[in-house]
C-alpha cells in the first residue's frame, strides 16, 4: 500500500515506461494473433492494460482521462500507444493534484470490497505488471523481441554476449 504519493508516482514513472517499451516492441501484424482459444489476443491484453488505467481509478474518485472500459481494441499498435500515453499521463496529473499522502487512507468500494486509495494504486501497478507478463509471453510465441523490464531480457542479455538459458 502507498502511504506517500511522491512513492507512487516514482513507481508508477517507471511501471508506466516499462509497459510503453513492451508496447513499442509490438506489430500490428501479431495484434490479433492467437495460439489457443482460451487465451487472449495480443490487441485484448494490450488494450485491456491500457482501459484500466481510467477504468479503476475513476471508481477510486479520480477523474483519469481515457478510453471506455467497454471499447473494442483498435486496429493498430500505434492507437494503443497514443492511449495508454494519454492516460498514464492522465493517471500522473490526476493523482498529483487531486490526492495528498493523506488521501492514501481513504477507502473506496472496489469490486465489491472497500480498499484504501493507497491499495487501490498498489493493485493498479500488480495489475498492470501481471498483464504485461503475460504480454511478453505472446509476443514471445508471435516472435517478437521482448524488452527487460525489472532487468535484461534474453535478447538484452544476447547483445552483451552474455549466455542465455536455453
Do not use: C
Request: hydrophobic share 35%; no cysteine.
Amino acid at each position: 500500500m502507498y502511504r506517500k504519493i511522491e512513492d507512487f508516482i516514482t513507481d508508477w514513472t517507471y511501471e508506466s515506461e516499462g509497459t510503453l517499451n513492451l508496447f513499442k516492441n509490438i506489430s500490428n501484424e501479431a495484434l490479433n494473433k492467437k495460439d489457443h482459444e482460451n487465451v487472449r489476443s495480443i490487441a485484448v491484453l494490450a488494450w485491456h492494460i491500457t482501459i484500466t488505467l481510467n477504468e479503476m481509478l475513476n471508481k477510486a474518485g479520480l477523474k483519469v482521462t481515457g478510453p471506455d472500459e467497454h471499447s473494442k481494441p483498435p486496429t493498430t499498435i500505434n492507437e494503443i500507444i497514443v492511449a495508454y500515453t494519454n492516460s498514464a499521463k492522465s493517471v500522473t496529473e490526476q493523482v498529483t493534484k487531486q490526492w495528498n499522502d493523506s488521501n492514501l487512507l481513504e477507502e473506496s468500494n472496489m469490486y465489491g470490497e472497500i480498499w484504501k486509495n493507497g491499495v487501490t494504486l498498489s493493485i493498479l501497478i500488480k495489475h498492470q505488471a501481471h498483464h504485461r507478463g503475460q504480454l511478453t509471453i505472446l509476443m514471445r510465441q508471435a516472435g517478437m523481441l521482448v524488452p527487460g523490464v525489472y532487468g535484461p531480457s534474453k535478447e538484452d542479455w544476447a547483445k552483451y554476449d552474455m549466455p542465455t538459458a536455453d
